[in-house]
């Protein structure tokens, strides 16, 4: 059975809370009450309208009723989304500099998974600076990042 808690905290932590960091939501009801509007410009980013409406907010989460599989060409690999992605979470963010930072490693991340290895290091440079920024800096040289792409989890 689900679980009561509030969706916009569930939301805020999601990467955290599941193993996969997937996030499905096949449907929401909602009282038609100060709801703000959605994300229209581009037409396919609602996570910050899902924060947005699920402040202060109670739902109920029940077990996953559908199977999900990826496969190389899902959304979060396409190269438009991530562009429009990456600039709205950038306005969204406002310049704080801690969210930037991690923003742009994403971005980084995303390069090196897809074996734009130039880029990657260009955006690895200006995202947070850890352990493993510096061995995807190092292994974007070599064909270990192969590897190292098939073996662990890159993207988020």
């Not at 290895?117 to 947070?128: H, P, V």
């Amino acid at each position: 059975m689900g679980q009561n808690l509030s969706a916009h905290e569930a939301l805020l932590n999601w990467r955290k809370d599941l193993i996969d960091g997937q996030l499905c939501i096949s449907s929401i009801l909602l009282r038609n009450d100060k709801i703000p509007l959605f994300e229209e410009r581009y037409g396919f980013l609602d996570y910050g309208w899902l924060l947005e409406v699920t402040k202060n907010r109670k739902c109920i989460f029940t077990e996953p009723t559908v199977i999900r599989y990826v496969s190389e060409n899902n959304l979060s690999r396409d190269f438009e989304y991530r562009k429009i992605d990456f600039y709205m979470n950038l306005m969204r963010v406002d310049g704080n500099l801690e969210a930037m930072e991690r923003i742009q490693s994403t971005r980084a991340r995303y390069y090196y998974s897809i074996g734009k290895t130039k880029e990657a290091r260009f955006w690895l440079r200006r995202g947070n600076l850890n352990w493993k920024t510096v061995l995807y800096y190092i292994t974007s040289y070599f064909p270990i990042r192969k590897y190292i792409c098939k073996k662990f989890r890159i993207m988020p």
